[in-house]
């Protein structure tokens, strides 16, 4: 599990390390997380993450500025890190604001068994670019002049294989980077590299309105929480013990 994380969100790796990232194995796979950081200007940042990382040995710091604009750099920096790193059978990118059930993505892997040149994802179809200039999400005309988007991924969780993410990482050499990373690594980056896109739409448990209503028997029967804007928070989080106890049987 590759987790992008900015880093003054110290809360949120703990609270990861508390809960979905605390499972090391189940069904006989083993499970392992890692944080994606960028370099901070503020020297007692700097330090706290130094002396965090000494003491969970999970975190990966690139040496670009942690910003938004740079959150393609941080996919190229996870690639690289991964391929002269480890030797996974499949990778988890995710954000880190999202609720993942690792049990349920565990099965998933074991029925799908996930090959080649895919990524499994939330797909997204007939979007347009954002041309608002004080969007976050804002996509320049020189960036993507196209006024539609081809389907692609949401980025705050996906599952891949090393296969594509060695390929991905190969094609981020001669394409040049975009601000959005959901676009530039599933749609430029796939492309040029043959990936194919794969929706999970089945794993994913959609944030209730209100957030009350969500219960731990759903929580347990679905694998990634969507929360597009974040109405669950932390909500999911807190779940977690209870469905530890519900797949202990393992």
Known sequence: ???????????????????????????????????????????????????????????????????????????????????????????????????????????????????????????????RPNRRKKSKWYTPVSQYPFPKLPPFCLGFAYITTPTTWNALYKASETCRIMDMDDLYVSVVLAMKAGVKKRSFENLLYNCPKPASRMTERVLNAKAIVLDRRNKCGDIPFKFFPRLQEMNDFD
């Open 1 to 127: 599990m590759v987790v992008h994380s900015a880093p003054m969100n110290y809360n949120k790796r703990d609270m990861i390390r508390a809960t979905f990232g605390s499972v090391t194995s189940y069904r006989d796979k083993h499970l392992a997380v890692v944080f994606i950081l960028g370099t901070v200007e503020q020297q007692t940042l700097q330090e706290s993450i130094n002396k965090e990382s000494q003491l969970h040995h999970d975190i990966v710091q690139g040496n670009f500025q942690d910003s938004y604009k740079n959150l393609s750099r941080k996919h190229i920096m996870a690639m690289h890190w991964v391929k002269y790193n480890c030797n996974p059978t499949y990778i988890l990118k995710l954000d880190d604001d999202t609720f993942v059930n690792p049990y349920r993505i565990i099965d998933y892997l074991l029925m799908e068994k996930p090959q080649g040149m895919t990524m499994h994802c939330k797909v997204i179809y007939g979007d």
